[in-house]
């Protein structure tokens, strides 16, 4: 009986292992960006500065200015609020998974944040 709970036990463990624990990389500059507010699944919506464009495109590989953030915490901002981020391109392992999620925008990870005054 003891070796029909600890097999799948062992197999537990191995996928665990075998997933990928490679870091992602923050890209080094900041940008300034604005909080449109907080969208589906407590998503915060964020817009990118126009002159912006072109490095955010390079990062993400999506051109549009407005984002889905994550690991943003929703209680930190409001609407409106100026913020200075670093951020990343959102990797297939951290696209949520929500029931009331359409693809509006495509998803961006901030790895630094400053709230501006």
């Known amino acids: 009986m003891r070796k029909y709970i600890i097999f799948p036990l ?10 990928s624990d490679e870091p992602v ?47 943003l915490n929703k209680i930190l901002v409001h609407p ?5 981020v670093g951020v990343r391109k959102m990797n297939e392992q951290e696209w949520l998974v929500c029931p009331t999620f359409a693809p509006t925008y495509p998803g961006i990870v901030i790895s630094s944040l400053q709230i501006l005054p």
């Open 10 to 19: 062992l197999l537990l463990l191995a996928a665990a292992c075998n997933e």
């Open 80 to 84: 409106g609020q100026k913020l200075l």
């Open 25 to 71: 990389e923050a890209d080094s500059e900041q940008f300034e960006l604005t909080v449109v507010g907080v969208e589906f699944c407590n998503l915060v919506l964020i817009e990118f500065r126009e002159e912006d464009l072109a490095a955010v495109t390079q990062i993400t590989g999506t051109e549009s200015l407005r984002y889905h953030a994550l690991k």
